[in-house]
C-alpha cells in the first residue's frame, strides 16, 4: 500500500520550533519530486519542495531562512524542520509525493501527484 505518514504537529509558541516527518510505505521517495505544503483557511500552498530532476530544494520567501527540507533516504522519510514559528505560520501541514514541480507565483506546484500525507496541524500561538 502507498502512503505517506506524518507527525510532528503540535502547538508552539512564537518564536518556537517544530519538526515534521513523513514516512513513506510502498514506493521509494529517492525517485519522486516531494513537497511540504501547508493549508490555513483557504487554499493549500506548497511552500518546500525537492526536485527529483535536479535534487534542487526550493522555499516559498516566507519561510526561506526559518525552514530546512531534508530527506533520509535510508528512513525512507522526509522532514521539515520548522523555527523562529510565527502565528501566519498556523496551519495543516501536508507531504507530498509527485512527478516534477514548477513555481507558479512564488508557490511550488507538484505535477503529477502520487501520494499526500493525511496532514497535521501546526498551531502556533501565545
Known amino acids: 500500500q502507498v502512503k505517506l505518514a506524518e507527525s510532528g504537529g503540535g502547538s508552539v509558541q512564537p518564536g518556537g520550533s517544530l519538526r515534521l516527518s513523513c514516512a513513506a510505505s510502498g514506493f521509494n521517495l529517492d525517485y519522486y519530486t516531494i513537497g511540504w505544503f501547508r493549508q490555513a483557511p483557504g487554499e493549500r500552498e506548497g511552500i518546500a519542495c525537492i526536485s527529483s530532476s535536479d535534487g534542487n530544494t526550493y522555499y516559498t520567501d516566507s519561510v526561506k531562512g526559518r525552514f530546512t527540507f531534508s530527506r533520509d533516504s535510508a528512513k525512507n522519510t522526509m522532514y521539515l524542520q520548522m523555527n523562529s514559528l510565527e502565528p501566519e505560520d498556523t496551519a495543516v501541514y501536508y507531504c507530498?509525493?509527485?512527478?516534477?514541480?514548477?513555481?507558479?507565483?512564488?508557490?511550488?506546484?507538484?505535477?503529477?501527484?502520487?501520494?499526500w500525507g493525511q496532514g497535521t496541524q501546526v498551531t502556533v500561538s501565545s
Open positions: 507530498v509525493a509527485g512527478d516534477s514541480m514548477t513555481v507558479v507565483q512564488d508557490l511550488c506546484v507538484i505535477k503529477g501527484v502520487y501520494v
